[in-house]
């Protein structure tokens, strides 16, 4: 089994590679995709969230309103911690869980948006950084996400700068072009991924 850790800042355009590197046969772990689950109505995890932040972080219908729980921690480093300590284990639980299901002869990418944030890259056999300018990435955020300039900058502020994530990198996919380009870059990636894991 190899395990690939991937990682990149928001709006680089990490999901896309994680996608087309599941569509090549990959097994797709996502820690986000995970996050949002243990913290779904009627989990340990929601309940331990609105025991720390109060019933504002909630929407009417039960459900965790991400948007106002980003708003409380994400300019509060002491809130964060508080958030990280309740979600990351449970994640992490999950995450064994999934590892364990995995075939001996898998290729297994973690899909981890902080693994340098968080200095997780030891964890995992290669790391692969999907890797844009900041310019480029508060452009897809306006587009694609609606996300206000400020916000933008906020959240890249707040996570690893494109030199630390680089410097952990043992594969790197430049991702300012077309999606064709793209693709070409995550076919070759796939090939040394391939590679690696017959030595294994």
Do not use: C
């Amino acid at each position: 089994m190899l395990t690939t850790g991937l990682t990149g800042g928001i709006g680089s355009g990490k999901s896309e590679v994680s996608r087309r590197l599941a569509a090549r046969g990959a097994m797709v772990i996502d820690a986000d995709k995970i996050a949002r689950e243990v913290v779904e109505p009627g989990t340990p995890g929601l309940a331990k969230v609105v025991a720390t932040f109060g019933d504002e972080v909630l929407h009417p219908d039960g459900s965790l309103d991400r948007q106002r729980l980003g708003s409380v921690v994400f300019n509060d480093a002491e809130r964060l911690a508080e958030l990280n300590a309740i979600v990351h284990p449970l994640v992490g639980e999950r995450v064994e869980e999934l590892r364990r299901q995995a075939p001996d002869d898998a290729i297994v990418v973690y899909d981890v948006p902080l693994l340098v944030e968080n200095n997780l890259a030891s964890m995992y056999d290669v790391v692969i950084v999907v890797d844009a300018a900041d310019e480029v990435r508060v452009r897809r955020l306006a587009e694609h996400r609606g996300m206000p300039e400020a916000d933008a900058r906020a959240r890249i502020a707040a996570q690893a700068s494109r030199e630390e994530r680089l410097a952990a990198a043992d594969i790197v996919v430049p991702n300012e072009g077309s999606l064709d380009e793209l693709d070409a870059r995550v076919a070759e990636v796939w090939d040394e991924l391939t590679r690696r894991a017959a030595h294994d």
